[in-house]
């Protein structure tokens, strides 16, 4: 079963840039849809932005226009591009296999705060 390892996370200023990467360890080509979740604290995991095999992308409204996930088959990982990083996208952020019940990753902790 393919596992998927996320890094990238960290503390960062309001208005800053990260970039979240996700690893798996086998291919996903066959994988139809990968996409990042998170989890603020006290809060239920959200979807953030989903991407096909095609390259298909959509994104939850609270991150439109600021993030940008996008994936390479060839090295099997799927990318978080994060701009304008406000206070609120505080969280652990998971990466996420649409396949047979799901795959998760562990999560990467990412911190806004000034």
């Known amino acids: 079963q393919v596992q998927l390892v996320e890094s990238g996370g960290g503390l960062v200023q309001p208005g800053d840039s990260l970039r979240l990467s996700c690893a798996a360890s086998?291919?996903?080509?066959?994988?139809?849809?990968m996409a990042w979740y998170r989890q603020a604290p006290m809060k239920q995991r959200e979807g953030v932005a989903t991407i096909t095999s095609g390259g298909s992308t959509n994104y939850a409204d609270f991150v439109k226009g600021r993030f940008a996930i996008s994936r390479d088959n060839a090295k099997n990982t799927v990318w978080l591009q994060m701009n304008s990083l406000k206070p609120e996208d505080t969280a652990v952020y998971y990466c996420y296999a649409l396949i047979n019940r799901g795959i998760w990753g562990q999560g990467t902790q990412v911190t806004v705060s000034v």
């Open positions: 086998g291919s996903i080509s066959s994988i139809y849809t």
